[in-house]
Structure formats: C-alpha cells, structure tokens
C-alpha cells in the first residue's frame, strides 16, 4: 500500500512538474564543478553552494542537480557516470592517493571511455582528455589553487564552456541509451502496478536521513538471509519492476526533502501527501497539526488589514504557493478554512482549491541504520484528517491569563511537538522523548484514537518532578481525559475556564490550594519559595494529611493582610470549603490527581484574570 501510494504520487506529479526526475536520473547534491578547456585541463574548481535559512542562521548547503542515475555504492569499486567524489574523479583524498584509490579512478575512467567514446561533441572529447592525462599520485599541485577542495566530501560534476556536461543533449542521449540497455530483461508480475515489467533486483536507498548510514537506507531491503524466503534472493522476494522502484524511491526522495512534506519529530519523520500530488494538502495539514511552526510575519499586512485587526485576528503566516511566492494568512483565516473543510466544502489555499473528500496519506518513518523502519501509515479523506485535527485542537483548548483580552475571544493553541516536548526532563543531557511516544502520539491525533498512556505518565512524572503546572500541562491532561474517559474524571472539571459548580472533591482541593498559596503570597510579598514548593505533590496525593496544617498556616497568613484583602481571599476560601464534604479524601488516585491539577490551574489562571474580563465573563 506504501509503495503504491508513492508510485501514484510520482506519475501524478510529473504532470505537472518538470523537476520531477525521469527514470535514469536521480537528484544529487553537489559540492564543485570542475571547469575543463578543450585539453581537458582543469581551469578551476566552482563551488556550488545556496545559502538557506536554519534557525536564526544562514548556512551554504550544496546544489542539486539532477544527474545520471548510478547503482548504490555500499562496498567494492563502483564507479559513477559525471558525477562522483574526489576518489572517483581524481584518485584522491584528504590524506593524498593511495592504491586502492587509483584503482576507484581508474574503474571511472574505463566508465567514461565506455559511453563516450562514440559521442561527437567537444565535451565529451574533453573529460576523455582529462581521465587520459590525469596522474593521482602527482596531481596534489591541481589543488593548489582550491585547498577546500580535497576536505570536500561532496559531489563533483564536469563544465565545459559554461555548460554543464550531463545537460549537454548528446551526452543525456548517449546516457540513456546505456542505461536502458543495461537493464535485466527478466519479466515479472510487478506487486505494486500488477502489471508485467523488468525485474528490479535492488530497491532504491535514501541519503542524508539523520540516524540512518551515510551510504544510505533502504525501506524494502533483504540483506540476510533471515529476511529471504524459499531461497529468494534479494528483490526477488518482493517482485517490483524497475519503473515502480524508480518511481516510488524519487517520490519519497522529493516528499523527504520538501519541508512542505516533511517534518521531523525527534528520530521520528512525518511525511505526507495527497493522491492529486498537490503540496497545498500536505503545507495546509502540518501546520493545522503544529507539527512544523510557520513563517510568521506580523508586519506584513493585506490591502485591508489594520492594527486592530491583527489584535483580532492573529499573526500573519507567510506560505509558498505553487509559482514560489509568499502567500499570507491570517490564523483566523486559517481557523476558517478548517471549519469549513470538516463541513465538507472546499476551500480555496495557497492558489489551490482543496477538496475535502480528496484522498491523504500520512507517513511515519525512522531511520535505523541500513534501513526506515515504519512507524505508522495512514490513509483516510483529507477533510478526515483535518476533522481529527480539529477535534484535538478542541480538546487541547484552556484559558489561561495572557491569551485573550476576554475569555473564549481567542482559543490556545497548542502544536503537537509541544505535547512531546512536555514530557522531556529539561535539565537531562539527553533532550529527547521516549520514542515510542513520538509515534503513538502521533497516531493517536492524527487519527483521533485514545491519546497513550505513556503522555499522561510522562507529564505527570514531570508535574511530580518540578512541582509546574503550567498551560499546556493542563491542557494536555484536560485533553487527555476528554478522550479517554475515566469514571473518577467527571466531564465538569473538564473545563476550558475555571467551573465554580464543580463539586468534585479533587478539583475544588486544587481550588483551595491555589488560593491558600494566593494568600501566602499577599502577606509575604516577594517570597521565594511557596506552599506549592514543599506540599504539592503530598497534597494531591494525601490531602487529608496536608490540608489541615495548610489550612492552620493560611490563617496566620491572613492576619498579616489588610481588611479589603483580608475579607477578599476569606469569600473565596470559605466559598470553595463550603462545597467540600466531611471529612477530607485520604489520598488520590492518578486521575483524581490530575483533577486536583486542573483546579489549581484555573483558579490560579482566575487570579491573574484582568478584573473587566473575569466579571464579565467568569463570574
């Protein structure tokens, strides 16, 4: 089913997009060209080099061309046609030359004299003139002029007068050629068309994935012979024709290396498409899942846009349409558009028309040494898909003090990586996630499955460990519960503000914590350590033992207050002790802790509340 998706995804982008590479081209990055004259001299060595943005920086990443297809080189001496590293192409390394790798120039030159002795064109006579009168062992002094060039591990491609040799329309038909006829002619039933073609013994491999070989990764592989069967060997068992692998080993190169498609998640890379092979799809959905944080611009501001109505309506998220330009949007028009997908109707985005009921596939893979290892893959309507998204975003919404001017004027958002990130001890040298998490979280939101239980563990062993209650902690639990229902969390204290019916138990203890800590503060302004610090754990834990003694303190506390204050926090903590039942609960289970939790947080939240806003809309 992957590999037919994928295959789908190559024909259908082809149509419309000419960078897409054919069957015997493959895309590349490389490092220098080096620039021939008619004696296929070397004049000097161009780098090749574009500057993109990472972070906060700019950084030079090699080019990609889109060069002649070679086998993958993993072990032995396999030469590479117009394209190759220094080893191939020179018989050097950053230590000098050697026999083994006289013996690599040597296989490229007998490859460059096979396929371009009978082709008619200056460049060609050219790289035949430089494999003829290249020397490794006194050739050092070439690189005279370029030092770099022998610490460069990258590709080297050949010029000649300007133009790039393996663009030259001879030399590409000359290549072709050689390619086509190299080809086994065996004929099988192919597993991914159904149809029948020439069998392809090996599958394609992926470079440049962190986590997996430098020689790169294969996601169909059979290297030993506990993965063969019935005395297959290699590609034979799984038949595929050879346009098939072609096809879906260049689909999965494009779609890994388009941040419109990909993202990643620790050792975990999400990788989505649409069956039309329209990147809108796949650019609309990771940033409604939060998977990848957009380019944000408040500055920039449409024809009708004014300062209030950024206050309204958000940032600016700058997107590429199809011709590569900046397309903005506001988050409200964002929110719209999702609204409108999960009503069915199709929307309009980034200069494309995104039909709900169109179909989607969502990728997860891990790089595992010499192989991608499949984390999850899903398939469903692409309005689904965002319904489900749309579903956990509800889920995920809390108020908290600082994301509106007024309760419910604005919802928070929290993205999916943030949801992970919340289970990571910050202080440990390893900042990563459990990995099995990544993909059960991600399962779970994507398709609106039951969240893991290893999210709510890991949030809570962080709560436990650092005594933080902060907004996406609670929203996580929130959302959590809402999913997974338990008896012990009933729906009332599953609130996006503070619920002032509530009469859980645990909910109104976390209530009363709050203000017991709001009170501590007030009479010792400028406290560095809290109640919260020494008795939060124990007392969602074991409130009938803690409770007491807080209870005691607080009115030491509130002696220390003047009477506008004093009488203020006395209303709210007689107010909450009022809906507490006789006596106090012994001890909490898990869920009942994360009640505790979420009443805490609200009521604090209900503290830092802007009084215009909390009697207008909480009270």
Not at 5 to 11: D, I, N, R, V
Not at 28 to 36: E, K, P, Q, R
Not at 298 to 322: H, V
Request: hydrophobic share 35%; with cysteine; aromatic share 12%.
């Amino acid at each position: 089913m992957i590999l037919q998706a994928l295959t789908q995804y190559y024909y259908e982008r082809c149509k419309f997009d000419s960078r897409m590479p054919r069957r015997g081209w493959s895309k590349v990055n490389v490092a220098f060209a080096v620039d021939l004259d008619e004696n296929g001299s070397v004049l000097q060595f161009i780098p090749l080099r574009d500057t993109v943005v990472r972070g906060n920086k700019e950084v030079q990443i090699p080019q990609a061309f889109l060069v002649p297809e070679s086998e993958n080189r993993t072990s032995g001496v396999k030469a590479k046609f117009l394209c190759d590293n220094s080893k191939y192409f020179f018989g050097l390394d950053q230590q000098g030359t050697s026999s083994k790798l006289q013996m690599c120039f040597e296989a490229c030159r007998r490859l460059h004299e096979k396929l371009l002795n009978e082709v008619d064109h200056p460049a060609a006579r050219a790289v035949l003139r430089f494999f003829a009168n290249w020397q490794c062992d006194n050739s050092a002094a070439c690189f005279i002029y370029s030092p770099s060039v022998l610490k460069e591990t990258g590709n080297f491609i050949f010029r000649f007068q300007r133009q790039y040799v393996h663009e030259i329309p001879e030399i590409r038909e000359a290549w072709e050629s050689y390619y086509n006829g190299k080809e086994m002619t065996e004929q099988v039933r192919c597993l991914v068309t159904g149809a029948e073609g020439k069998f392809s013994r090996l599958h394609p491999s992926f470079t440049g994935l962190p986590g997996a070989q430098s020689s790169g990764a294969y996601l169909v592989s059979f290297n030993a012979d506990a993965y063969c069967s019935y005395g297959h060997e290699q590609g034979k068992n799984a038949p595929t024709c050879v346009e098939a692998a072609y096809a879906y080993g260049e689909a999965l190169k494009y779609l890994l290396s388009n941040d419109a498609s990909c993202c990643r998640f620790d050792d975990t890379l999400v990788v989505c498409w649409s069956g039309n092979a329209d990147n809108s799809y796949s650019e609309l959905f990771i940033t409604t899942a939060g998977m990848r944080m957009p380019s944000v611009n408040n500055s920039s501001k449409t024809a009708s846009a004014t300062d209030e109505d950024d206050e309204e309506d958000g940032f600016n998220i700058s997107f590429l349409t199809k011709d590569g330009k900046k397309q903005y949007y506001r988050e409200s028009d964002l929110q719209r558009m999702v609204q409108e997908l999960c009503s069915g109707r199709t929307v309009s985005f980034c200069g494309s028309n995104l039909d709900p009921k169109q179909t989607f596939y969502v990728l997860g893979i891990s790089p595992n040494a010499a192989r991608l290892s499949v984390r999850f893959f899903m398939r469903n309507s692409f309005g689904k898909f965002i319904g489900n998204l749309e579903a956990h975003r509800q889920r995920l919404q809390i108020y908290h003090s600082s994301s509106a001017k007024a309760l419910g004027t604005k919802s928070f958002y929290l993205p999916i990586r943030s949801l992970i990130w919340e289970t990571v001890d910050k202080k440990s040298r390893d900042k990563k996630a459990v990995q099995i998490l990544v993909g059960e979280t991600l399962r779970a939101v994507i398709n609106n499955e039951p969240y893991p239980a290893s999210l709510l563990s890991g949030v809570e062993l962080r709560i436990h460990a650092d005594n933080v209650i902060n907004r996406a902690r609670a929203a996580i639990i929130k959302a959590y519960y809402l999913r997974n229902c338990h008896p012990d969390v009933p729906m009332e204290v599953l609130t996006v503000s503070l619920n002032e019916e509530s009469r859980d138990s645990a909910y109104l203890l976390g209530r009363l914590f709050s203000a017991l800590e709001k009170v501590q503060e007030a009479a010792n302004p400028g406290i560095n350590a809290t109640i919260k610090d020494r008795y939060f754990n124990s007392a969602s834990s074991t409130p009938g033992v803690v409770f007491p003694q807080l209870i005691a303190l607080a009115q030491s506390h509130l002696k220390k207050l003047d009477n506008g204050q004093k009488i203020y926090y006395e209303k709210i903590i007689a107010s909450i002790m009022d809906c507490l039942a006789a006596p106090l609960p012994a001890r909490f289970n898990m869920p009942q802790r994360g009640n505790f939790q979420l009443g805490y947080y609200q009521q604090t939240q209900y503290f830092y509340t802007p009084k215009s806003v909390r009697n207008d809309s909480i009270e």
